[in-house]
């Protein structure tokens, strides 16, 4: 067996090194695009991690929280949605219209004609529950992975209209979840 020569091991140990400190540093990062209802296409970060892609943010106002609430309110479950927003420099909200932007046909999801700000620059809001029988929540019965776009139309006391629209990755794994704890078959 030949003995390696000391250019060949550094060679060798020079491209095990950087294999391996590039491989600690690359993350694999997906992203989907996504046509809206209302025509404007979406990159969709897909991430085990709840991401707030650069749609949903603009220089007075930003998404800053999204979640699905499955809900039990005897006799009936049902599902809601929770959000917040973020209004930056000082801006205050007039009116705000939150709609589900994924299908051809746009489903209203909240309205608030006179909003509270908390702690002098977040709105929050839960939607009523929506009963899983409403054509609205058919996304639900998908086995597969899934985006849902909800579009937010903020109207600010400056009569500046801001329009977000925040993707999000629901893996089958989630809406099984939520089959389930709605007592969906």
């Not at 930003?62 to 929770?82: C, D, G, I, S």
């Not at 709609?99 to 746009?106: A, G, H, L, V, W």
């Not at 058919?138 to 109207?155: A, C, K, P």
Request: glycine fraction near 4%.
């Amino acid at each position: 067996m030949e003995k390696p020569t000391p250019a060949r091991s550094l060679a060798l140990c020079a491209a095990a090194f950087s294999l391996a400190a590039g491989g600690c540093l690359m993350q694999a990062s997906y992203d989907v695009n996504v046509t809206t209802a209302d025509g404007v296409t979406l990159e969709v970060p897909l991430s085990a991690k709840f991401v707030i892609a650069p749609s949903a943010i603009d220089d007075q106002v930003e998404v800053r929280n999204f979640r699905f609430m499955p809900l039990k309110v005897e006799p009936v479950k049902t599902m809601a949605y929770e959000f917040a927003l973020q209004f930056k420099k000082g801006s205050k909200p007039a009116s705000i219209v939150v709609e589900d932007d994924t299908e051809d046909r746009i489903w209203s999801l909240y309205e608030d004609t006179a909003p509270k700000l908390l702690k002098g620059d977040i709105w929050i809001a839960t939607t009523p529950g929506f009963n899983p029988n409403e054509e609205r929540m058919n996304w639900l019965n998908s086995l597969d992975n899934g985006v849902r776009v909800l579009r937010f139309t903020v109207t600010l006391t400056d009569k500046s209209v801001h329009v977000l629209r925040l993707p999000i990755f629901v893996p089958g794994q989630a809406k099984a979840m939520f089959r389930s704890e709605l007592g969906i078959k």
